[in-house]
């Protein structure tokens, strides 16, 4: 059987674009508030899985530091966005800082600032920390992320300390944050596909070898650590405009856990793999919320008993990395020859029968 | 600050560092065998404690047979950890270890959730412990002091295990080049079962005693602890057990030192540990006692 | 003028001497090569004047110009390229695109104009793909373009490697250990090989090998390593017949 390739395959691609988006159009009208979350948050794990998977799958860095980019992300949007009548209503312990309660920016430039107050910190934090080596890195990003946090949660005059920030304004909805996830896909695939993208993964494969080929090593860990960042800014603050609070307690190392969980149980270095586990581990997460009540199983009773829907997400991760360590998809991409081979496609008009054209070589 | 506040200060710092150091020592002697970061150290900590808890409450044991009990318990656990969750990946690539001990750190901190609920249990400190000392003006519990000699001790046992005996002869062969120790016929595999019980056993011990300085149980207890004592070693001299005393006496004594001088700072304790790990890593990754390492193409 | 001169040049790892006094001097066009018995510091040499390591002393010039202690990358768009001893292809890239990633500096793609694939960056990757075709034509591997590199028998990885290197444009290529683990036909394709892409590309090739058949067939000059050291220098009749050489040799047995 032929590959789908060329225009066919462009078309078909277009034809599920347009598909999705009429689904979204639809679901924006009809789902109740609560599927919706569930959808958009889907969308949003899109974009933060994408950032991960920039770092650690395509160029080969263990960086666990992603919880304090998006907090970051989330903050600046959130003090930007606000007006000053919802920022007062919160910075009832101590007032929040003058000029800050008196800027109030439309959402979009309020959401694109988060992202840029994240890759800024994130071009900060490269420059030392990427000359380290994988574990070394590992640790120096989570204590990144966690310096953040306490500074977050105690710089009250500017972000309400531990207490938070409520009522952000809703304007994070169903179109804002698919256009965003659908940018992120987009320009993930772009990129990878370039030449650029072949340096990332010569970086991955081969650093020595990157190098001797001309290759600026460190300026291209920089680079996509830096747009990793801004995409990890942007899933921040649209995190925190759809569930409309965010404190510093909200951006711990189990948030970055769950990204790395998407990112690994989909395939490290496949951007399909990252698509599919947002839905994956996002549906997944909101299926087993139950598993964190009372549950009644019939010869097992027990009360509500927190935590037992992390303990399967670890064991899952676990699971994944012990016997399949390359994730669902590997670095493998999704591609229409896939489905067509799969025998899920309808064949093409002209020639179905073995022997024409397009027939089996 | 009159002296008699310094020296109770001091004595504070003195034995969290000691508390530091027994952690740490695990973290050192696991990363110096295998370069894996075992995230999960820090939950074996408060598995130790909790064990050493249950031991008392629902067995009703003396407390000191609980102490025995939980440390064996748990470095069986630490054994039976590497066997199913590091073994398997000895040949990954070093990415796929890390998310491994990442998720049994997960797994092992929610199962504890589950199986002994999210809200803080209260510890009996046994009675010898619970002694409050007056020193020239010095307040110290009797506890405080245990510490800090309990943890030189256990130094001093390992540091001769490590110098003196067969085994501590091929813990140094493995950690300096595994495949060549296991060239030498060194059971490369018992070799590291033994490091991972050890530093398990030496987590427990500091769970334990931590739960009779702190005594507030509850299964999160061990994460930030095994973040800061994992950069206790790095900060001593990752792979060197003196290195990862000396890092845990050291950010005992910033931490609280700090706090004591500047107390508006004390919202960002927590804090203190990675700004000087950024700091070490920057200057000298290799730690205070750690020699530099070359990396052969 | 020579085309590289490495004056002095002296690593040394911690108490560990690896090289000494590393006087090599290669005129433009010569195939020149390196020999000694393991450890002699052959790689080392090539790690120092690709920038791999910054020499202890002594310094490191190319046509010219002193690139002691310039980066990696800096250094392969000065014109060095190299291959590695143990092959260091990228493993999840194909064969093509291994080719590729040389032509990288050519295309010099920035992060957005890859990713908007911009006219400059469209044109610039097309005649890198035409250069790369035609680079592995010349080894045969035109046909294993789409493959995985590292799915290749090892014969054409080894050539895999050398065009690799080749896409980078080079004035001067390192060649570390080519001919290992090819059997006599594959050596004497290899050598003409070496000295096809020499004429046809303007090429001066620094070659090091253990393979002697190779070395003396295709080599104008010859530099003896041994622990570091220089130990004999000149054409192939006279580094046969060195008795210092030939007692490196023997004596490393």
Known sequence: MSPVEGRRAHLLTAAAVVAFAVFLAVADRTFDAFTLRVLNLCGIYVVLALSLNLVNGFTGLFSLGHAGFMAVGAYTCALLSMTREQKELNFFLEPILPWLARVTVPFPLALLAGGVAAAILGFLIAA??????????????????????????????????????????????????????????????????????????????????????????????????????????VGGALLGHVITTIDPRMFTFMLTFNILLVVVLGGIGSITGSVIGSFAVTILMEALRFLDGPLDLGFVRTDGRPGLRMVVFSALLMAVVLFRQRGLMGTREFSWSMLARAGLLPRAGRSGAAGGPHGAA | MTLPLFLQHLTNALSLGSLYALIAIGYTMVYGILRLINFAHGDVFMLGAYLAFYSVATFLLPWWAALLLAILLTAAFGVVLERVAYRPLRDSPRISVMISAIGASFLIENVGIVLFGGRPKGVTVPPVLDVKLDLGGVSVMSVSLLIPVLTFAVLGALVWIVQKTRTGMAMRAVSTDLDAARLQAIDVNRVISFTFGTGSLLAALGGIMWSYKYPQLNPLMGTMPGLKCFIAAVIGGIGSISGAVLGGFLLGAIELLTIAFLPTLTGYRDAFAFVLLILVLLVKPSGLLGGTQVEKV | ????????????????????DLAIRIEKDEIVGLIGPNGAGKTTAFNVITGMNRPTEGRVRFADENVTGLGRHQISRRGIARTFQNIRLFRELTVLENVLVGCHAAIAPGVFSSALHLPGYRRREREARDLAVSLLREVGLEGNASDLAVSLPYGKQRRLEIVRALATRPRLLLLDEPAAGMNPQESLELMHLIRRIRDRYGLTILLIEHHMQVVMGVCQRIYVLEYGETIAHGDPAAIQNDPKVIEAYLGAQ
Do not use: H
């Open chain 3, 1 to 20: 003028m020579a085309l590289l001169e490495t004056e002095q040049v002296t690593m040394r790892f911690g108490g560990l001497t690896a090289l000494s």
């Open chain 1, 128 to 233: 030392p920390a990427l000359r380290l080596r994988d574990d070394y890195l590992a640790i120096a990003t989570l204590g990144f992320a966690e310096i953040i946090r306490v500074i977050l949660t105690n710089a009250q005059p500017v972000t309400n300390g531990a207490l938070g920030l409520k009522g952000l304004p809703s304007f994070a909805g169903t179109g804002v944050v698919w256009a965003c996830a659908a940018a992120a896909v987009l320009f993930m695939v772009l990129l990878v596909r370039s030449a650029y993208g072949r340096a990332l993964k010569a970086v991955r494969d081969d650093e020595i070898a990157a190098a001797a080929m001309g290759i600026d090593v460190f300026r291209t860990k920089v680079v996509s650590f830096t747009v990793s960042s801004f995409m990890a800014g």
